[in-house]
């Protein structure tokens, strides 16, 4: 016999389920709280990234607008030194950092090591599959787009379609990369099959590349003219030169691999509770907004680049962090094609 769902019984279900929602809520609501008061005790948190302190700058001010009893210490550094400082402080069995942000084969690195410890923030639910981890150790903090980038003083449009043009002797003597881009490495190696990858890097280095460190610093120069060409450049920096009127475009290869930077809290932050306010923060509408008024592309759905067209039509290749767990030998093989060959 057919069972009938009476007026009674349906309301009682509405009303029991808008009960649990509420209790939910509350108790969610409850332990925010708790954070908060903890975090008002705590006072500061520190926070290890890549962000020039131009850029963090307005991000910091957004933050403590929302916790003016945080006072936030940034230590800006690259995501190879950041690894590295990380790796050392434990080793010797100092816990300062709260809060690590690096790029994908550094953090991956860290993440291997037990660096991170798990805090499934509630803004990461919104996060695509791929750009956050189900244990809750990380999420997207933004992409870097990957890019060969030139000074059109220099370079006509056109020019530099595809990776195999940058081989042109024209080009001898006429490019900068990073003197740590193993992850574009690596990536660009698995995507053109290790024999053919090989063989590319090996010819790209006898065009006779400057090495230097830092993007901010090789874009800069890329604009003054210094470099005609840069490689793996990142595409967000070179839009914002570009719209300062610096002479600067980059190109739309294929693919484009864009760079994951990570972030998320140290295992044995000394401020956990001010840590999980800043994470939370980052990943927020809000915290994303502001975080692509210097370029960064924000993963989260609701939030657009600045502009669109950094993504817009392009092939963008994610890193693949399971790379870094051969990092040492690829930082080798990368060191060993171009550093001998690098003025």
């Known amino acids: 016999m057919e069972r009938r769902i009476t007026p009674l019984l349906f309301s009682l279900s509405v009303a029991l389920a808008v009960l649990l929602g509420w209790f939910t809520q509350a108790r969610a609501q409850s332990e925010r709280d708790k954070i908060i008061e903890q975090a008002k005790r705590e006072g500061e948190v520190v ?29 800006r550094a690259g995501a190879e030194k950041i690894m590295t400082r990380v790796l050392e402080e434990r080793q010797a069995g100092r816990h300062t950092v709260d809060v690590i942000q690096a790029r994908g084969f550094p953090a991956q690195v860290m993440l291997d090591k037990d660096v991170f410890t798990k805090y499934l923030s509630p803004e990461s639910k ?78 790209l280095a006898e065009q006779k590349l400057t090495m230097r460190e830092g993007h901010t610093l090789m874009a800069q120069l890329l604009a003054a003219g210094e470099h005609q060409l840069g490689i793996s450049l990142y595409g967000p920096r070179i839009e914002d030169l570009k719209s300062k009127g610096a002479p600067v475009e980059w190109v739309r290869t294929d693919p484009v691999i864009g760079f994951l930077y990570l972030v998320g809290v140290a295992d044995r932050a000394p401020h956990p509770n001010a840590a999980r306010l800043f994470l939370d923060f980052a990943l927020s509408r809000e915290g994303q907004t502001e975080i692509t008024e210097s370029r960064r592309i924000s993963m989260r759905p609701d939030v657009k680049p600045n502009p669109p067209r950094l993504v817009e039509g392009l092939n963008v290749h994610p890193s693949n962090l399971e790379l870094a767990r051969n990092y040492d030998r690829l930082y080798k093989e990368f060191q060993d094609i171009f550093a001998k060959d690098a003025h």
């Open 47 to 75: 926070f290890y990234g890549g962000f020039t302190v131009s850029d963090v700058a307005g991000f910091i001010k957004k933050f403590n607008s929302k916790y003016p009893f945080i006072r936030v210490h940034h230590l």
């Open 126 to 203: 919104i996060y695509p599959k791929g750009f956050k981890d189900p244990q809750g150790r990380w999420a997207t903090m933004y992409v870097q787009t990957s890019v060969v980038a030139y000074n059109t003083n220099s370079v006509k449009p056109g020019e530099i379609k595809g990776w195999d043009d940058l081989l042109s002797p024209k080009w001898k003597g006429q490019m900068v990369i990073d003197r740590e881009e193993t992850e574009w490495f690596a990536n660009m190696m698995e995507i053109m099959g290790r024999e053919k990858g090989l063989r590319y890097m090996r010819r």
